[in-house]
């Protein structure tokens, strides 16, 4: 086991010698954890194939997954791609730095490895000084998929970072949780239309206004498995954060939905089994059950997705036997949260009404 270094820095103005730390760390081919707006990262340099296996070792990531690339300037991105197309110009214009990463044909710099075999390569620049000031210092493109053991919720505080790689990896860079709480959204621009491969941080609504003509892979809101052969990202096939409590979604309608889930939760209990509801602030009182938490009022979905993964992680801790969630609307950020919900719950919806 090797010793992790936890190094605290302020998020708006990151200590440069903790920095110079972890960046040497990143050019020498270890692996350093650090936040972004969304979720923390492992981070390795990604032209070094050597340091990208040993950061699918230490997540036990499944290598035909790829990770996202970071880069902390605009300039950084034409010598890992074979072409900017104008779509891709437009989107870093209006979205960078910032919760979004766009898919491009990659050039011959890049590693197999990083690109997982593929010939696309997935890239961000984040909204976040601790990530740009290391991405700078270690002067080159850092591969960084979410931090967490593979089939975990995303980390978002070093906390949690810590919950799954401690021992595992050299160092991670703790700036407090993060803002957004969802990972970023992940555009397929390589090919025409533009695609949503993974809903994100960026709203769909806000990226129809800036495209014009851009459409929702079939994954992204799927409400049953669906067959491999239309996956177009890696990482759609895998078995996604499923936690050892049984969870099961309730959709619908409000009133309809606060009867169904008192109905599910008290014949649980009936059979004795330790029942814990996702509820929101409208809702958690008129529940009844071994554990309810909020996700944050309906009215608020930007804190319910800050707060997705962190209840995830300490309901699931609690040893429940079942979870049920309420469903919330589909619109702006409540997209990538039912995206995640429905993975987690294995696909168990319940349609009330
Ligand atoms: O917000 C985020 O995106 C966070 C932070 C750390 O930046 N990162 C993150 O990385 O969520 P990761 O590796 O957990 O998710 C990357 C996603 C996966 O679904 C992967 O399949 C997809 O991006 N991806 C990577 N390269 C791809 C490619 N060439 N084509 C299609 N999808 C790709
Ligand atoms: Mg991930």
């Given at each position: 086991m090797k010793q992790t270094l936890l190094l605290k820095v302020n998020a708006e103005s990151p200590d440069p010698t903790k920095i110079k730390t972890a960046a040497k760390i990143i050019k020498n081919g270890g692996l350093v954890a650090f936040p972004t707006e969304t979720v923390y990262g492992l981070g390795?340099?990604?032209?070094?194939a050597a340091a990208v296996l040993a950061l699918f070792e230490a997540k036990k990531r499944p290598l035909d997954n790829p990770p996202i690339v970071h880069v902390?300037?605009?300039?950084?991105?034409p010598s890992l791609v074979q072409e900017v197309p104008k779509k891709a110009e437009l989107l870093m214009k209006e979205f960078?730095?910032?919760p979004l990463t766009l898919i491009f044909k990659h050039s011959?710099?890049?590693?197999n490895i990083t690109v997982a075999g593929l010939d696309t390569i997935a890239i961000r620049m984040p909204n976040h000084r601790v990530a740009l000031a290391l991405i700078k210092a270690s002067g080159c493109p850092i591969a960084a998929p979410?931090?967490?053991?593979?089939?975990k919720p995303s980390p978002t505080t070093a906390q949690h970072v810590f919950e799954d790689l401690n021992g595992r990896i050299d160092a991670v860079l703790d700036s407090?949780?993060?803002?957004?709480?969802v990972e970023s959204t992940v555009v397929d621009?390589?090919?025409?239309?533009?695609?949503?491969l993974r809903p994100g941080g960026t709203t769909f609504e806000a990226l129809k206004k800036v495209l014009g003509g851009v459409e929702l892979h079939?994954?992204?809101?799927?409400e049953e498995e669906l067959p491999?052969?239309?996956?177009?990202?890696?990482?759609?096939k895998h078995k996604h954060y499923a936690p050892k409590a049984e969870v099961i979604l309730v959709e619908g309608n409000i009133p309809a939905v606060i009867v169904k889930v008192r109905e599910l939760a008290k014949s649980y209990r009936l059979k004795g089994a330790k029942v814990g509801i996702l509820a929101t602030d409208e809702t958690q009182n008129v529940y009844e059950a071994n554990v309810v938490s909020s996700?944050?009022?309906?009215?608020n979905l930007a804190i319910v997705a800050q707060n997705l993964f962190r209840l995830l992680r300490e309901v699931d801790a609690q040893n429940v036997d079942i979870i049920i969630a309420e469903g919330i609307p589909l619109e702006g950020l409540g997209l990538a949260v039912m995206n995640r919900l429905r993975k987690a719950s294995g696909y168990c919806i319940i349609k009330a009404q």
């Open positions: 390795a340099d990604a032209l070094n902390a300037d605009l300039k950084e991105v960078w730095p910032g011959n710099i890049v590693p979410s931090a967490n053991l593979a089939g407090g949780a993060t803002n957004i709480g621009i390589s090919a025409e239309p533009p695609m949503v079939p994954f992204v809101k799927a491999l052969e239309k996956t177009r990202s890696p990482g759609m996700l944050g009022s309906r009215f």
